[in-house]
């Protein structure tokens, strides 16, 4: 995916900026070309969304946790972006410290077999035993500290059995990033005629 995200402000004597996101699919090919947009606040709360190829004749209106929204996905639109990914992860571990059973690995200045020369920390927490207390067997997380131009977390559940791998509860990656672009409302309006909405 491709996506723009503009983080909520609000200053004294200033208007307020919503959160916003734009989402074009590059991938898969059946989702290939499909947009979406979400202003918090807009839209009567809904995302506004067009498929591409036969089906881009049109575009949709959706609650962002309706059915069709969260079809394929475990959070809603809502809950995108880097910064309550990063508010999310110090939640748990502020729990974790709380309930113990908790192995911390810091590894600092790695680098990414699969990126072009970028460098990251990379912590790995453990949950040796299960625990109503723990979203997770284990979590990685992976951050390019010179200028966050990539983040990676990732999760998984308590092997089903001793010796077995663990699977993956769920993997978000954000590569090439550009902290503080300067998006404009335009860039969460589907009449921009950079995008395709009909």
């Not at 959070?75 to 709380?98: C, F, H, S, V, W």
């Not at 912590?123 to 299960?130: A, D, G």
């Not at 979590?139 to 983040?151: I, K, P, Q, T």
Request: aromatic content about 10%; glycine content about 8%; hydrophobic content about 35%.
């Amino acid at each position: 995916m491709f996506v723009k995200i503009r983080n909520p402000l609000e200053r004294e004597g200033e208007v307020r900026v919503p959160l916003s996101i734009y989402i074009r699919f590059d991938d898969p090919v059946g989702q290939k070309g499909r947009e979406v947009i979400w202003v918090d606040g807009e839209n009567e709360g809904n995302i506004i969304v067009h498929e591409a190829g036969l089906l881009g004749f049109k575009r949709l209106s959706f609650k962002p946790t309706g059915i069709l929204a969260m079809l394929g996905n475990r959070y809603p639109i809502t809950e995108m972006g880097i910064e309550r990914l990063l508010r999310k992860m110090i939640a748990r571990a502020n729990r974790d410290r709380q309930h113990g059973n908790c192995e911390v690995q810091w590894s600092r200045d790695i680098p990414l077999e699969e990126s072009r020369g970028v460098r990251v920390e990379r912590i790995v927490i453990m949950h040796p035993e299960r625990s109503e207390d723990h979203d997770f067997f284990r979590a990685e997380v992976e951050l390019d500290v010179s200028n966050f131009s990539y983040l990676r977390y990732a999760s998984y559940d308590w092997p089903p059995k001793a010796g077995q791998p663990a699977p993956l509860l769920e993997e978000y990656i954000y590569q090439d990033v550009k902290l503080n672009p300067g998006l404009a409302d335009d860039a969460f309006d589907p009449d921009n005629p950079e995008y395709n909405y009909p």
